[in-house]
Each structure stands twice: as structure tokens, then as C-alpha cells.
């Protein structure tokens, strides 16, 4: 009875290992823990804490499908990355891991896969109870798995069989090679325990570094790979024995692959070539695990049909197994990485081009050539999708065929700038110093960018001019038609200016760009100039018209202005002689006054002189009546000639005001 292709119940004897008693447990009450340490749990201890069962982990894997990753052309014995499984990655982003599962073929790889990713009755990857191998190639499901852990999505393939009588070892060992290279944790499934058929099954893992290599031209050692080597889990399917050392004891699962490779005991007894293959699995294989899975159905008859057995009637053994793989899965499966860096689906996909270019041309896959593969098409897959976002944006905005002003043009080339670069530093995210792509098509893209620029500023200069030639003359039809029909003279030039400015004002709300002006000087030259010329005529005339009469009335403002020469010199003359007169006068007014004041002052001493003699008369005895008349009479004189000096003053005073009258002073 075949399922998962192998005849059940053929599980071969080991001396490691004892049938399980009816109640389940060894009767120890010990076992050997490989690391040195012993487990001094009970085995009903060990019974009931090893079933207790994990929180279901559902994959929901629903909704996903089988697509072929790498197809193998036998005609050509060439390998090739199938374009569905390209497009399927291309529609993902960010961090990837991928778990892949190989192991000899017809061992119910697939049929653990699709267990794996919780797909019941049939859907998964194919799986079929025939001797032949169903699976060729690499296959992958298209819907991956989140895993919050590392907030990455995390693939799942499935591998061609190993030792295929349908196919030679050189082709199993790259399509391991293959397997290892991409796979972040690899799963080898195998039925039944470890022996040395087990062993030399993975003979391939002795070869790889054969198959595989860091740098081109330098063989590498498994001990070096083992950097870039995934995460190895080995599963036994269809276990029905208890695992236990060379002691008796009872161990763990991890501990038996462990004893299984290292255990002197053991080794020994093997031949060179297993060895070989177990100092291979130790130096390259650093990180390795084990889990056992019991038969999924006890019903042989059932087993045939397992694949499309629904999974409530699989055994809770089996089912918990499962269980425990997807934990570790979603634990050991971290996102892949190369150099340091997270591979992004892109990087994947050069990458695997890398390797298969390299094993179709007989060389051996390359990891640093990968890299740089990496590098050079992630670079140049930036700068195509750089460059086609810029030649669109660049379509989008000129689609309408408007001519733009300059701070439009400029505004939106800057954008449309700035959206490529983005894009291209996104894409091409790997900016090491070395990775001289990536500034090689940097500047290549800005050198694209300025020549489109370039071209984008002519073909809108272009666009302006012919906008501005369809625009100018609508916009003087006013002014062409006035002067068609000689609406302006010289004597309604404002209107016209009115009527030039009002038309230049709408030609340039409507147009832009540099040659505007070009044009508008070019449209005035040919549609204004004869009748421009005309108005310009009959300017010049009116102004020379204007000029003669301006040069007559300048000639009679002379004339007059002459004459008011004369009469202001006359007025000057005139002027000088009042001048003289006045200073006469004030000579004149300055002796008078020098008399009057010299009279004054006679008047004055007169006056003392008379009271004096006046009061000394009085003071005096009586005179003659003759002395008395005497002195009455020159009294009387000296009074009258007071009087006399008091009106020669006045007659001076009014002669002198008379003077100032005449002088206009």
C-alpha cells in the first residue's frame, strides 16, 4: 500500500530504538538528554507534558495556488524562471522568507506541504500514489504567509524528488543546490528513522560545495557556505518507534539527528562516504532541528487517498506535529538576506536569474556574482520604472497641447523630476559605496531627465509661439480696423494709445513664454506698418504745422519781450535818477534836521536866559519903569522870533515829507 510513496508499514529495525508498550511509555524512569544532560522526568511525566498540545496555527493558505518556479526543459537539459511565478512575486513588497521542502521523491513531500499550509482535498501541490515522481522542478504556493514576527511574508516551495529513476544525479543536485541557495529554513523529509540509507540519501549535501560557490574562481568549503546555508529541519515521517541512545535512554528528537551525526559509536560503523556526507552536515548545516510525525491515518486503505482525506479525521498525533512544524516554521523561517541586506521579491527574482544563467552555462551558481547581479538589475529595473514614471508624468502634463507659462513648466517638471528620483531611490535601494549601478544609472537617469527637460522647454516654446500667433490678432482687431478706416488723427492720439494698451493688455493675459513679445513685435511690423507708417505721416505733419505756428508766436513773444526790455530799462534809468534824489533829500532832510535841532537848543538857552533874568528881576529891587520896558520889549522880540523859528521848522518839515512822497518813499 503506497501513500506518500513508500509501502506502509516498512519501517527497517535499528537497535537504537524499542516498540512502544501499551501504555505508551519506556520503563525507565530516566533518559539521556544529548548535550550531556540527563532528563530525570518520569516517563508518564514525559508522556503527558510532551502531548500537550501548542495553540493551533492556521497558515490560511486558502485562496493561494501551486505555480511552477523553475521549469527544467529536458531538450535543451536547461533551467528557467517561469514568468507567472515572477508576476505572482512582483504584486508583494518588503521583507521575504522562503521554506522550502525537498527530500527523495515519492516520501509525501507535498502531501506534508499542503498539510503544512492547511489545504484539505486535493488543492494543494500535486501529490499523486504512483511510483513515478509528480512534482518537476521548483513549485511554489502564490499566497504567502505573514509572519508578525519579522513583519515579513514567508513563501512556500516544494522541490522535485531526489533520486527519480526519471532523471540523473547531476540534475538532483542542482535542483538541491537551487533549493538550498533560496531557502531561509529547508525542510528534508524522510520516512522512518536515520540510518545509513538516510545518510547517504543526503550525499548531495557532501557534494555542494561543488555546486555551489562564494566567489567565482575560489572553491569554498562547506564551513564558509555554511554563512549563507539556511535553517535545516529534518522530519521522519511514519515514526512508530520510541528514540533512544545507545544507553537505552529515552531522548528528544533533536537529539537523536544529533547523536545520529556525531556519536562515535554510530560513525564508525559507516562507510567513508557517510562520513563524509555527516562531517559535511555538521560544518554546513550549522543551525539544524528534528521532529518526528507519526503516520497521518492508521487505515493502509486510507492512506492511498490521505491527500484528499479531510483533516478532522488525520490523527491528533499527526496533527500536533504539524503543528509544532508550523511553529517553527514561523520561528526559524526569517526574512532571506544576501551581503547583509533583506532580499525584496525583485532581489529574488535576480538573484534565482543569476544562479540559473550560471548552471545553464555549465559554471557553478555564485553568490557574490549574485550579488552583484542583485545590484545591477536592481539598479537597472529601477531605472527603467524611474524613467517610464518620468516619460508618462512628462505625457500627462502636456497631453491637452497647451503651452505653459515658465512657472507652470517649472513647477510641473519638478514634480514630475522629483517622482522619478523617488521611485528610483525606492527601487533601487541598495546604496552601498560599491555599488557602483546604482550611481552609474542615477546619473544616467538625470541625464535622461535634463535632456527631456530640454526637450520639453522646446517643444513648449514651440506651443507658445504658435498659441501667441493664433491670439495677437484677435486681440488688435479694434485697433486694425480703426486704422483701416482712418478713424485715428493726430488730434484723437489718446484714443488710439487707450486702444493699444486695452489690446496688448489681453494679448499678454493670454499668452506666455518668451516669445511673445517676438511675436507681437513681428505681428505690428506686418499688419500695422503701412498704416502705422500713415498715422506717423500725418503726425509729423501736424507737429510741423504745430512748429511753424510755435516759431511765430516765439517770434512775436521776442518782440514783445524786447520792448518789455526797453521799458524796463527806461523803468531802471528812472529808478536811478528817484535813487539820486532820494539821497539829495535825506542830505537835504539831514541838514534841516541838524537845524531844527540847532534851533532847538537856541530856543532853549534863550528861554533859561530869559527866566533867569526874569526871576533875578523879580529878586531885584524895583528898576526904572524904563529898564522894565526895555526887558518886556526883547522879551517880547525873542519870543516873536520863536515863533518865526517854530514855523520855518514846520515849512522844512512838510518840504521834506513832500520829497519822500515824490520818491515813492
Known amino acids: 500500500m503506497n501513500y506518500g510513496g513508500r509501502q506502509a508499514g516498512s519501517v527497517p529495525a535499528d537497535p537504537r530504538f524499542s516498540e512502544v508498550r501499551g501504555n505508551g511509555h519506556m520503563a525507565d524512569?530516566?533518559?539521556?538528554?544529548?548535550?550531556?544532560?540527563?532528563?530525570?522526568?518520569?516517563?508518564?511525566?514525559?508522556?503527558?507534558?510532551?502531548?500537550?498540545?501548542?495553540?493551533?496555527?492556521?497558515?490560511?493558505?486558502?485562496?493561494?495556488?501551486?505555480?511552477?518556479?523553475?521549469?527544467?526543459?529536458?531538450?535543451?537539459?536547461?533551467?528557467?524562471?517561469?514568468?507567472?511565478?515572477?508576476?505572482?512575486?512582483?504584486?508583494?513588497?518588503?521583507?521575504?522568507?522562503?521554506?522550502?521542502?525537498?527530500?527523495?521523491?515519492?516520501?509525501?513531500?507535498?502531501?506534508?506541504?499542503?498539510?503544512?499550509?492547511?489545504?484539505?482535498?486535493?488543492?494543494?501541490?500535486?501529490?499523486?500514489y504512483k511510483v513515478n515522481a509528480c512534482t518537476e522542478g521548483i513549485w511554489m504556493w502564490s499566497k504567502p504567509v505573514y509572519n508578525e514576527k519579522d513583519d515579513s511574508l514567508i513563501f512556500f516551495i516544494d522541490t522535485e524528488g531526489a533520486n527519480s529513476v526519471e532523471r540523473d544525479r547531476t540534475h538532483d543536485a542542482k535542483v538541491f543546490s537551487l533549493a538550498l541557495l533560496i531557502s531561509s529554513y529547508f525542510i528534508y523529509n524522510s520516512v522512518g528513522n536515520i540510518d545509513e540509507q538516510a545518510i547517504s540519501n543526503l550525499s548531495m549535501v557532501a557534494e555542494i560545495s561543488r555546486h555551489i560557490a562564494i566567489k567565482a574562481g575560489v572553491p569554498s568549503d562547506e564551513y564558509s557556505l555554511s554563512a549563507y546555508a539556511p535553517k535545516f529541519l529534518w522530519v521522519l515521517r511514519d515514526f512508530v518507534l520510541e528514540i533512544q541512545d545507545t544507553a537505552g535512554r529515552r531522548i528528544s528528537a533533536p537529539q537523536y539527528l544529533e547523536?545520529?551525526?556525531?556519536?562515535?559509536?554510530?560513525?564508525?560503523?559507516?562507510?567513508?562516504?557517510?562520513?563524509?556526507?555527516?562531517?559535511?552536515?555538521?560544518?554546513?548545516?550549522?543551525?539544524?532541528?528534528?521532529?518526528?510525525?507519526?503516520?497521518?491515518?492508521?487505515?493502509?486503505?486510507?492512506?492511498?487517498?490521505?491527500?484528499?482525506?479531510?483533516?478532522?479525521?488525520?490523527?491528533?498525533?499527526?496533527?500536533?506535529?504539524?503543528?509544532?512544524?508550523?511553529?517553527?516554521?514561523?520561528?526559524?523561517?526569517?526574512?532571506?538576506?544576501?551581503?547583509?541586506?533583506?532580499v525584496t521579491p525583485i532581489n529574488f527574482i535576480a538573484m534565482l536569474e543569476s544562479y540559473i544563467q550560471s548552471i545553464n552555462s555549465g559554471d557553478v551558481p555564485t553568490i557574490s556574482t549574485a550579488w552583484d547581479y542583485i545590484l545591477k538589475t536592481e539598479?537597472?529595473?529601477?531605472?527603467?520604472?524611474?524613467?517610464?514614471?518620468?516619460?508618462?508624468?512628462?505625457?500627462?502634463?502636456?497631453?491637452?497641447?497647451?503651452?505653459?507659462?515658465?512657472?507652470?513648466?517649472?513647477?510641473?517638471?519638478?514634480?514630475?523630476?522629483?517622482?522619478?528620483?523617488?521611485?528610483?531611490?525606492?527601487?533601487?535601494?541598495?546604496?552601498?559605496?560599491?555599488?557602483?549601478?546604482?550611481?552609474?544609472?542615477?546619473?544616467?537617469?538625470?541625464?535622461?531627465?535634463?535632456?527631456?527637460?530640454?526637450?520639453?522647454?522646446?517643444?513648449?516654446?514651440?506651443?507658445?509661439?504658435?498659441?501667441?500667433?493664433?491670439?495677437?490678432?484677435?486681440?488688435?482687431?479694434?485697433?486694425?480696423?480703426?486704422?483701416?478706416?482712418?478713424?485715428y488723427r493726430d488730434d484723437n492720439l489718446e484714443t488710439f494709445s487707450q486702444d493699444l494698451v486695452e489690446g496688448m493688455h489681453r494679448y499678454s493675459e493670454r499668452t506666455s513664454g518668451e516669445?511673445?513679445?517676438?511675436?507681437?513685435?513681428?505681428?505690428?511690423?506686418?499688419?500695422?506698418?503701412?498704416?502705422?507708417?500713415?498715422?506717423?505721416d500725418d503726425i509729423r505733419q501736424s507737429l510741423k504745422t504745430k512748429s511753424n505756428a510755435n516759431e511765430r508766436e516765439m517770434a512775436r513773444n521776442q518782440e514783445k519781450e524786447n520792448e518789455y526790455r526797453s521799458q524796463i530799462k527806461t523803468l531802471q534809468d528812472q529808478n536811478r535818477t528817484l535813487d539820486e534824489r532820494v539821497r539829495?533829500?535825506?542830505?537835504?532832510?539831514?541838514?534841516?534836521?541838524?537845524?531844527?535841532?540847532?534851533?532847538?537848543?537856541?530856543?532853549?538857552?534863550?528861554?533859561?536866559?530869559?527866566?533867569?533874568?526874569?526871576?533875578?528881576?523879580k529878586s531885584m529891587p524895583k528898576v526904572n519903569q524904563s529898564k522894565e520896558d526895555e526887558l518886556k520889549f526883547e522879551l517880547k522880540e525873542a519870543q516873536t522870533n520863536l515863533e518865526a523859528m517854530k514855523r520855518e521848522n514846520a515849512q522844512l518839515k512838510a518840504k521834506l515829507t513832500k520829497k519822500k512822497g515824490f520818491c515813492g518813499l
Open 259 to 342: 547523536m545520529s551525526l556525531t556519536d562515535p559509536a554510530i560513525v564508525n560503523k559507516g562507510s567513508e562516504s557517510t562520513k563524509r556526507i555527516r562531517s559535511t552536515l555538521i560544518s554546513f548545516l550549522r543551525d539544524r532541528d528534528c521532529i518526528t510525525l507519526v503516520r497521518p491515518l492508521d487505515d493502509e486503505e486510507k492512506l492511498k487517498n490521505a491527500e484528499r482525506t479531510s483533516t478532522r479525521y488525520l490523527r491528533p498525533e499527526f496533527l500536533r506535529g504539524l503543528n509544532q512544524i508550523r511553529e517553527k516554521i514561523l520561528d526559524k523561517c526569517t526574512p532571506k538576506q544576501l551581503n547583509g541586506n533583506f
Open 515 to 536: 516669445a511673445k513679445c517676438d511675436v507681437l513685435v513681428r505681428f505690428m511690423e506686418s499688419s500695422f506698418g503701412l498704416m502705422m507708417a500713415n498715422i506717423i
Open 29 to 128: 524512569s530516566e533518559r539521556f538528554s544529548y548535550g550531556g544532560q540527563f532528563d530525570i522526568r518520569s516517563p508518564q511525566q514525559i508522556a503527558v507534558e510532551d502531548m500537550d498540545p501548542l495553540p493551533d496555527i492556521n497558515f490560511n493558505s486558502e485562496g493561494g495556488y501551486p505555480i511552477q518556479l523553475i521549469r527544467y526543459i529536458r531538450s535543451q537539459h536547461q533551467y528557467e524562471i517561469c514568468e507567472e511565478a515572477v508576476q505572482e512575486l512582483m504584486k508583494y513588497d518588503g521583507k521575504i522568507g522562503f521554506t522550502c521542502i525537498a527530500g527523495a521523491y515519492r516520501t509525501g513531500k507535498s502531501f506534508l506541504m499542503n498539510r503544512v499550509l492547511n489545504i484539505d482535498s486535493g488543492a494543494g501541490f500535486k501529490v499523486d
Open 584 to 617: 539829495k533829500a535825506d542830505e537835504e532832510k539831514q541838514r534841516i534836521e541838524a537845524q531844527m535841532r540847532k534851533l532847538a537848543a537856541d530856543n532853549e538857552r534863550l528861554a533859561a536866559d530869559l527866566k533867569a533874568q526874569v526871576d533875578k528881576m
Open 379 to 487: 539598479a537597472e529595473n529601477a531605472f527603467k520604472s524611474a524613467k517610464e514614471t518620468y516619460t508618462t508624468g512628462l505625457k500627462k502634463k502636456f497631453e491637452d497641447n497647451t503651452a505653459k507659462s515658465a512657472a507652470q513648466l517649472y513647477f510641473a517638471m519638478m514634480e514630475i523630476r522629483d517622482d522619478a528620483l523617488e521611485m528610483f531611490y525606492r527601487l533601487a535601494s541598495t546604496r552601498t559605496d560599491s555599488n557602483s549601478y546604482f550611481f552609474e544609472l542615477r546619473d544616467k537617469l538625470k541625464e535622461y531627465i535634463a535632456g527631456k527637460e530640454a526637450k520639453a522647454l522646446e517643444i513648449n516654446e514651440k506651443l507658445n509661439i504658435t498659441n501667441c500667433e493664433d491670439v495677437v490678432r484677435p486681440c488688435f482687431d479694434k485697433v486694425e480696423n480703426k486704422i483701416r478706416v482712418g478713424d
